[in-house]
């Protein structure tokens, strides 16, 4: 009788060996794959059937906000992305300080990730209001000074967006850069203090090539999820002034629901294909790669 | 008789009850009001109109934004319901559904009573169905509202100000509440947050749209002429709406609108106005005195409902009004129920209730309701100036009831983002029509 | 370049400080990095709490104060949090029975993720199913999709399949984001665990299904719990798959009714906050109870080289 990996006998049905553990593999991946070909396979294939008229990209491409939200989420992304891994690559070296009040400061500093996005933005939105907001009064109560519109001028506007979403987002991305400084043997550092390194060399010949892979993988990670972010931008501009703080996530939704037009919003979410597919191979060939055995 | 030929005929009795039940059942989506009186009344209503036809009414509220939604998802999906009512669905969408062939022709429900409705009523529900090139009614005129002006007549007093100062032509008026209005109430109130205009310059919000329309109606501009052809290439229409952007900028940028005036929502106007950040607010239907009602001092005395102004050159403006619709599908289950229920529903013993409930943020349509002493003898003065607006005014309705094209127009707001391209980039007017112009003929041209 | 490397001695060797610094000067340095410590620390402490801040002020504040914009309100109340607790405006008639809502459809993608990726993971990653890999691989690349782009389709697949305003739709949607990342997680934490156990019960006589039950699920109990809170976490905090979902407002959960709030007349925002904290609550709560599960459940993998 043949013996599988387990060790288990294993018998023929139909022709081929089914092994216990075929079968019960089998039964046990069925729900994941239903779940795979209705809720993922369909949905996508048929955003792809929708977004295939080449009438909806000639709607879109002639829409004056377009390119300005290409811009915007070229902005959002590449400010947004490398100022919020850097800034997680330094608060990581700050948490990783073995004072008790920095575990504290620690715990609260994960509150903005924690708590839910409407009320923290929609918070935010209102501080920044132009006549009653909390920060332009205290500006003026304070220094006398009359605060900028912070959500009237665009660039302002774009700059709050990318603002807050550093705000909601850092704490997840320090706190996944800080595990893989915790996961630096600390016989590395050893060594380095014993050939009189300072702080700055210990870290470009520590820290950094060891955290190098998952600061790239969180780079790319990162960009992909953030081309998704809906919320940051509508919860706090709306997309707005004038339709001036689009990104690609929230024009779509915008053709698709405010203006009922389906084909031209997943038009518009294929036209940030260019980018996402290769981000979305590097990624699953970076990550991929370890899943194997 | 034996068990089994029982149990079959059981069984085809259930089924004949149930589908006979289930055909009966009137699948209505209904837009949820802002109060909670008139969302009741309606309740009343439906269970009226259960009694007295014994058809059963399956009916649920919607918010705004939600009922054209679901309706377009049904509509996707092949299985729209029998009866729909938004408040949107006259700006954005019947005329178009019209012109699509979704609508049931309603002629039969409204023939009857067309006599008793205002003539724009029959305007705007008299709609060109692109199918049979055809125009018929496809919709049910329910309720209407144009552009009413509030002010806090406590502040200007406060200021040692009259109303009675204002003056009566447009540009002359506009300023008055910029130049001379503001800097007195500024300094009466000692708050700096306190500003003359509160026009809504956003392309979120309808609100935008409203305003802009009345300013070029007073400038003489028309949009389309009366069987819907554009008129944007004409240089008459093209200076009358410069005119119109260029007045209707002016106040911003001379620093008499809340700055945050870009970003509003419709509903923000209203908001400002209520906290006395902006004392002077244009804003469709009597919603903003309507949510004071319960506030007595503020309702009667401290606030006041105006008159728009006249035209720069002293002649009367005339009112653009929206005309809210309700609509029965072509492809739905139910139609001849849906037909019975709003002759119901427009009976002025069920309506008249409604609309008052409303607390009279909408105005009938059908000259029965307005004949009645509710707003014929009242001593409410926001309602009496309403009332004036109505019967006594010139009205128009929206270019985009005769042109269905105007409406994606509407959609994407392309007059707030003209309103945009001046307060927030500069550029001059001349410019920022020329570029709107180009996009009205762009999305509706052909 | 290696540590171990002589190269990397070398460098280091050459390039250190040469001078030799008095004691003063180490301690002023001292001093002068602690205070640069704390200074950064409250920084962060700032930034961190101000929005919260202003939150919790807003909730605070009288109804009709609420468009001062002080730093805190003159006259502090708790009148909002009683209007939102006895159900006593217009716009949140329906509270209990949306937060009843939002914790049926967060427990039941909790379970569902649960139940469907450590299957599925088992089945890959103990059992080495054939084809295994090309499902973790295809798994993966759900992962990668922005939900906000196959919103679109995905709400008209919801409609062709008659569950739109249904719970269930948000439910669905809110797990088939989070398995794939659930799925991973999971092998990627299996990994560490010895596959020796698996088959120490397999002596003992065990079918694989025992051996999920009795081996796989205790070990992998804190990847279980870091999962579970995320997914939790996830399908609680959702607004725009919720708001495009669900409709009435008998089916709204809390985000949703929260959006509502911004487009009416009223604004009565002070409301918005105090529904907000409550809302929050229970997150934050959840997540400081786990805390240590989520750090070494979702970052195992992610930090293996």
Redesign the interface.
Known sequence: MAVT????PSERVGGRRWS???V???I??I???V??L???I???A??VW?GSGLASYRTLF????YLKTVLNTAIFLGVGINLKLFLALL?SG?FA?V?P??RW?S??????W???????I???R??L??????L???LWTLFGIEGP?W????DYALGSVVFIHI?KYL?FWT??L???RM?IPTD?YE??RI????PL?QFW??TW??LK??YI?SLL?ST??S?????SV??L????????THVL?TL??RY?????Q?GT??AT?MT?LPI?VP??IL??RR??G???? | MPRLARTALAATFLTAVSTQAFAQDLVVWWNKSYYPEEDQQFDKTVAAFEKESGINVEYVYYTNEDV??KV?AAL?AGDPPDLAYGFLFDLNHTSRWAYDGVLEDVSDVVEPIKEHLLPTAIQAVTLLNGQTNERSIYAIPVAQQVEHIHAWKSLVEQAGLSLDEVPGTWNEWWDWWCETAQPAVREATGDR?KYGVGQPM???ASDTIFAYMMFLNAFDTKLVDEEGNLLVDQPETREGMIAALESYTKPYLDGCV???A??W?DGDNNV?FK?Q?SFMVPNPSLSIPASEYAEKDRYLKQMVTLEWPDKPDGRPIEYITSIKTAVIFKDAQNKEAAKEFMRFFLQPENLGPQLEGALARWFPVDKRLIDTPYWQETDDPHRIVEVQQYTQRPQTVWPHYLNYKLI?VN??NAY??A???VV?EDWSAEDAVD?LIE?IK?VAGS | ????SPA??D???R???STVRSGTFYAVRRVLSEGA?LL??AA??I??????Y??V??SLTPLSDS?????WPENPTLENFRIVFAEDHFFLQDFWRQLGNSIFVALATMVMVL???S??S???GR????Y??V????????Y??????????????MSD?GLLNSLWALI??M??FA?PYA??VL??YG?SVPFEL??AA??DGA???QI?YLVYLPLLRPALIAIGTYAL?LA??E??YAF?LLSTEKQHTI?VA??YF?VTDDAP?TL??A???I??LP??AL??AV?KY???G??A?????
């Open positions: 990996a387990l060790g288990l216990p553990e075929m019960w593999g089998t046990f991946v729900p994941y794959v779940v795979f209705t809720l993922v369909w949905p996508v048929y955003g929708l002639s829409d004056p906000i608060l700050y300080s004072r009040w920095v400061l715990v609260i500093f994960i509150l903005p924690a708590v839910p996005s409407i009320p923290t929609f918070s935010f209102w501080m209001n132009s006549e009653w907001g909390m332009n009064n205290l519109w959500l009237v001028k665009p705000w704490p706190l996944i800080l595990a893989g996961a590395l060594a380095a050939d009189g390194a300072s060399q010949y520590v090539p060891q892979n998952l993988t990670l992909i999820w081309l998704g972010d809906f919320n509508y919860l501009t709306g997309g707005g002034p004038a339709d001036k996530a779509g939704i698709a629901f405010n203006l009922q389906l919003g997943v979410v940030a996402l981000l979305v990624l699953v990550l991929g370890r899943v194997e055995r | 054209p939604r377009l996707t947050q956003s392309s979120a809340p700055p945050g870009v970003n929502q400002n906290n950040i994606d959609a994407e707030g983002k309103v945009g391209r927030l570029e996009r762009q | 370049m290696s540590l171990g990397i001695h460098t280091i060797a390039t250190r400080p410590f950064v620390g962060i402490l930034w961190t709490l101000l929005p919260i202003h939150m002020m807003l468009f001062a914009g002080r730093f139940v469907v990726a299957l599925a088992f089945a890959i059992l080495k199913l054939r295994g890999h499902i973790s691989n295809t798994a993966l690349l759900t990668l999709i922005p939900a906000a782009f196959v919103a679109i389709p995905f709400y008209v697949v399949y669905f949607a797990s088939t398995i799925i991973w092998r990627q990994d698996d088959e397999k002596v079918t694989p299904l999920f976490l609680w905090n607004y725009l495009l985000p929260m959006g911004l925002w918005l906050m529904t907000a904290i809302y929050s997150p934050a997540y400081y805390r989520m750090v070494s979702l970052t993998g992610a930090t293996k080289t």
